[in-house]
């Protein structure tokens, strides 16, 4: 009977000891320090623990037009970056997938990566190079004399939204890429063989067919924009009014830990109400998009 | 001849330096099947996409039901593709399949809807409009793909070996209903296959392609019967080839030796002068097998042999035999009688054939084949 028993336990065991190390990052780094964060923002006193059960630092968010407001442009904005990474990302994912053969697209691949290798702030920096008012950009544009004097590129929402979809785009392209990929070619020639345009064969074949890969690729750029903070801070300046800055200031300059671990979870709320609301849209499963994103 | 439905003139296609189509002229009367047959890399594939749209011709025309085809792209000619794996819509229904092309035209709902039951109905698959495409079996897929094309009523239907992901058994019920399917619509169908026996069972003529050209253009009898050269002759049918030097020409008659001195007679399909380089083929259903001499049909040169092994295949069963001189291995079919089912190995037997039914053409011209 041991000698049955023996190898259940250390099969089970093994697979406890497998799992430990993932089990204990998600225990350890995001559980335990979001169940911490959760008490803090229910409690009525600012920073110190101390305090009963309240609602308040929830009620200022809602109190104050500056906080939402904020929340609601940080929303707006990263669904339009993300829809616009979608656009632009997905020809570049056809080329990869599609037209692209064995070592170019292999090249091209490496291309989209390459930016991935400098950290994000180094390379938002060097978009600061090229847009800032004394930068190479509007120097060059007064030199072949489209503008009298330098103008100033930086702190506008659109240089946001051009460092946030320069920052998203490898995280669409990859799941559109596989998604592509496994898009046999004489679907999208039997659609144009029935008689389908070209629009109508994306439209019927190609969309439906990479819908869990779009959906994916949306879920991962909407989530790392909403929570980006280097990118919208340092192109958009005073002007940027990020969410993930309101928090900051919460945590580092007010030092009211409450109201920041309050905030923290409205994002969360919020993001994770966009991605079902994104998949009820889309149709597709959460199971679906990650399993093959 | 009935009016063409389809009709190239002298196409030509080039991939780089390789000449994939050499310039091929060819028709297909209204309402017949015709079959494109050829080894794989013949370039029957890029024939049928050139004709479907999908590739242009370098040189010549082609042209669909008297119309000129340049520069009319694939979903403006009136034409429809069966394809190899079928590629029916995975993301849609059955329905839906079928009534794709329908849509495209601008079909209302209720008209496609009621277009595509009755096609599906029409392949006798009634009732299977809503179901998915991977609740059906493989030969119910077959198909819907054939009515996701015929629904759109076009000149011409091409098939790129539909049959060839079907297992055996599936492939042989399915030949029947494509043949049947082609006489019920009376469309014209143009089949590509590298399978002999298709191209043999289904079709009104077929074409037999070999390195970018048409070897022969025939009815199936003919490919079978009177081979225009001897790719066509060792590629449709099961055939025993021997090659050897014409030692005498009689007429048509061309006696031939082998390089170990086996003397045979054959039916000459193309100029042959004494001392050339030729090979012969001989059916297996063409030589008579014979336990005497004296059984053999009288007249005929006698050839001996011993038995290798026994093929047994129901109808088709074979002897495999090597002949004595030679030792060049024949197969030879045997009679449904029965008579030889207790063959054994390394038994003596005498076979015959007569000449006529053997073919025989020079050899030269043909790179890779002669031994010596």
Redesign the interface.
Same mark, same amino acid.
């Not at chain 2, 792209?73 to 403006?76: G, K, L, V």
């Not at chain 2, 590629?87 to 993301?91: D, N, S, V, W, Y």
């Given at each position: 009977m041991t000698g049955r028993a023996r190898p259940a336990l250390s099969r089970r065991l093994g697979t406890w000891l497998l799992m430990a190390p993932a089990l204990s990052w998600i225990g350890l780094l995001i559980v335990l320090p979001h169940a911490e964060l959760a008490m803090l923002s229910l409690k009525a006193g600012s920073g110190a623990p101390q305090g009963g059960f309240s609602l308040a630092q929830y009620r200022t968010f809602f109190d104050e037009p500056e906080y939402w407001h904020t929340f609601v442009r940080t929303a707006w904005m990263s669904a339009l970056a993300t829809f616009l990474t979608l656009c632009f990302a997905f020809p570049v994912a056809w080329v990869i997938a599609k037209v692209a053969k064995g070592r170019a697209a292999a090249w091209l691949f490496l291309a989209c990566m390459i930016p991935f290798w400098i950290s994000e702030t180094v390379r938002t920096l060097g978009w600061m190079i090229l847009l800032r008012q004394s930068g190479v950009l509007p120097m060059l544009l007064t030199r072949i004399g489209l503008t009298a004097a330098p103008v100033e590129l930086l702190y506008h929402d659109s240089t946001i939204m051009i460092g946030l979809i320069y920052t998203s785009m490898l995280f669409m392209i990859v799941p559109l890429v596989s998604s592509l990929q496994s898009l046999d070619d004489a679907l999208i020639e039997a659609a144009y063989d029935l008689g389908a345009s070209g629009p109508t064969v994306l439209r019927t074949i190609v969309i439906p067919h990479a819908a869990p890969g779009m959906t994916a690729g949306c879920i991962i750029v909407f989530m790392l924009t909403l929570g980006n903070y280097i990118t919208p801070t340092l192109l958009g300046g005073k002007n940027s009014e990020w969410f993930t800055e309101q928090i900051y200031t919460q945590f580092i300059t007010r030092f009211n830990w409450g109201q920041g671990a309050a905030f923290g979870f409205l994002l969360l709320a919020l993001s994770t109400a966009m991605v079902l609301v994104g998949l009820r849209l889309s149709g597709q499963r959460f199971a679906d998009v990650m399993g093959r994103g | 001849m009935q009016q063409a439905d389809l009709t190239a003139t002298s196409v030509v296609k080039r991939f780089g330096d390789h000449l994939a189509v050499d310039s091929i002229s060819f028709e297909v009367a209204r309402g017949s099947f015709f079959s494109i047959l050829g080894p794989s890399g013949c370039g029957k594939t890029t024939l049928l996409r050139m004709i479907?749209?999908?590739l242009e011709p370098d040189q010549g025309e082609i042209a669909i039901g008297g119309l000129n085809m340049r520069a009319v792209?694939?979903?403006?000619r009136p034409?429809?593709?069966v394809?190899?794996?079928l590629?029916?819509?995975?993301?849609m229904s059955v329905g839906e399949n079928v009534a794709?092309?329908l849509a #495209?035209?601008g079909a209302g709902r209720a008209e496609r809807a009621a277009k595509a039951a009755a096609m599906l109905e029409r392949v006798g698959l009634a009732g299977a409009a809503d179901k998915r495409v991977d609740q059906l079996s493989g030969g119910q897929r077959q198909r819907v793909a054939i009515a #996701?094309?015929l629904v759109?009523e076009p000149t011409l239907l091409l098939l790129d070996e539909p049959l060839g992901a079907l297992d055996l058994k599936l492939r042989e019920h399915m030949k029947i209903e494509l043949k049947q399917l082609q006489a019920e619509f009376g469309t014209t169908f143009v089949y590509i296959t590298h399978d002999q026996s298709e191209a043999l069972v289904l079709s009104d003529r077929v074409g037999v392609m070999n390195r970018g050209r048409f070897e022969q253009i025939g009815s199936p009898q003919d490919l079978y019967y009177r081979p225009a050269s001897a790719f066509v002759a060792g590629f449709v049918g099961d055939n025993n080839r021997i090659e050897g030097r014409a030692v005498a020409v009689d007429g048509a008659t061309v006696t031939l030796e082998t390089a170990d001195g086996w003397r045979l007679h054959a039916r000459r399909e193309t100029a042959v002068a004494a001392g050339d380089a030729v090979e012969a083929f001989v059916r297996p259903e063409a030589a008579t097998l014979a336990r005497e001499r004296a059984q053999l049909p009288p007249g005929q040169s006698v050839h001996e042999g011993v038995v290798d092994s026994l093929l047994f295949d129901g109808a088709k069963s074979a002897v495999l035999l090597r002949e004595s001189r030679s030792r060049r291995e024949i197969r030879i079919a045997l009679p449904q009688t029965g008579q030889f089912a207790d063959l054994r190995h390394g038994e003596a037997v005498f076979f015959s054939f007569d000449p006529e039914r053997a073919t025989c053409f020079a050899a030269a011209g043909r790179g890779g084949n002669g031994r010596g």
């Open positions: - | 479907a749209g999908f792209p694939p979903n403006r034409v429809n593709m394809f190899q794996q590629a029916l819509f995975p993301m794709y092309g #495209r035209r #996701r094309s759109l």
